[in-house]
């Protein structure tokens, strides 16, 4: 028989991992002297142990290692189990390979730009959200405010229903000199009704979307939409939806542009190119 530190020794796993092991019912000792407390191993228990470490490998928790070894879980299960961690890990692949490709990005822009850019852009998650809205066409878009004038009057009287920061949504694909396609939504609890020339529907989620926040007045928001779409290209996406304002802190004087304390999230649905 072996005693625990050499069994440690000629496995190489640590004499921590080999009782946490036993306190798991995963690899008993042969045997415990009732005096010292001292574990003993025997060299036919390597195959037991080289299967834990192989399945630990794969990225089985210690509980289902347990019990796939105790012969609880059948060959379909098995089988299940493996497809499950292929998922998992072929999705890590791909998020990791996408956080390559930011790396990269970044370090194109530094080449390019050697001073670190104000903006920081991020992908995330957006859900769905339930929203009012009126859409309308607006020559520029500091004049969208008559769009939100009509939607806000709407509003009044279920003000309270407003559930979260507003929204402007552009849906040309394009800048343009004039007449901009606007839509500005209101995220909205259930309940409300459409009317006239608001609508009340679902603003769709969005798996993957290119984010920045732009800190100070309207009139310099172009120095964000510049930083995000070079972000963009940069990093290998193209757009696929609406750009989005997300207004997190309006200007004091409904507005004004040059309210140096207004915040605004600019999101643009991306896809991998």
């Known amino acids: 028989m072996l005693r625990i530190g050499d069994f440690s020794k000629f496995s190489r796993v640590s004499i921590k991992a080999l009782r946490l092991?036993?306190?798991?019912?995963?690899?008993?000792?042969?045997?415990?002297?009732?005096?010292?407390?001292?574990?003993?191993?025997?060299?036919?228990?390597?195959?037991?142990?080289?299967?834990?470490l192989a399945l630990k490998?794969?990225?089985?928790?210690?509980?289902?290692?347990?019990?796939?070894?105790?012969?609880?879980?059948?060959?379909?299960?098995?089988?299940?189990?493996?497809?499950?961690?292929?998922?998992?890990?072929?999705?890590?692949?791909?998020?990791?390979?996408?956080?390559?490709?930011?790396?990269e990005g970044l370090l194109r822009q530094l080449e390019e730009e050697p001073a670190m850019s104000s903006y920081d852009v991020i992908i995330k998650r957006v859900e769905p959200m339930l929203v009012?809205?009126?859409?309308?066409?607006?020559?520029?878009?500091?004049?969208?405010?008559?769009?939100?004038?009509?939607l806000l009057a709407h509003l009044e009287p279920w003000e309270s229903r407003i559930i979260a920061p507003c929204i402007s949504l552009y849906h040309d694909p394009d800048g343009k000199e004039?007449?901009?396609?606007?839509?500005?939504?209101a995220p909205v609890a259930p309940g409300l009704v459409?009317?006239?020339?608001?609508?009340?529907?679902?603003?769709?989620?969005?798996?993957?979307?290119?984010?920045?926040?732009?800190?100070?007045?309207f009139a310099t928001i172009g120095q964000?939409?510049?930083a995000i779409a070079r972000w963009i290209d940069q990093h290998g996406y193209r757009i696929i939806g609406p750009c989005r304002e997300v207004n997190l802190r309006i200007p004091t004087?409904?507005?004004?542009?040059?309210?140096?304390?207004?915040?605004?999230e600019i999101q643009f649905p991306v896809e991998l190119a």
Not at 37 to 52: A, D, K
Not at 178 to 185: F, P, Y
Not at 207 to 215: D, F, G, K, Q, T
């Open 57 to 103: 490998d794969l990225g089985f928790s210690l509980e289902s290692i347990r019990h796939l070894l105790d012969g609880e879980v059948t060959a379909d299960h098995m089988r299940g189990m493996l497809m499950l961690r292929r998922a998992e890990i072929g999705q890590r692949m791909r998020e990791e390979e996408e956080r390559l490709q930011r790396v």
């Open 194 to 217: 459409a009317q006239g020339p608001m609508a009340v529907g679902i603003l769709p989620g969005v798996e993957s979307m290119a984010s920045v926040i732009h800190n100070g007045p």
């Open 224 to 226: 964000a939409y510049d």
């Open 21 to 52: 092991y036993d306190e798991l019912g995963l690899l008993k000792p042969v045997q415990v002297d009732p005096f010292t407390s001292y574990r003993y191993y025997e060299f036919h228990q390597l195959p037991r142990l080289y299967r834990i």
């Open 253 to 264: 004087i409904p507005g004004d542009q040059h309210d140096p304390d207004t915040v605004c």
């Open 178 to 185: 004039r007449d901009w396609d606007i839509e500005v939504c």
């Open 132 to 150: 009012a809205s009126v859409r309308g066409v607006v020559p520029t878009p500091p004049e969208q405010h008559s769009l939100w004038a009509e």
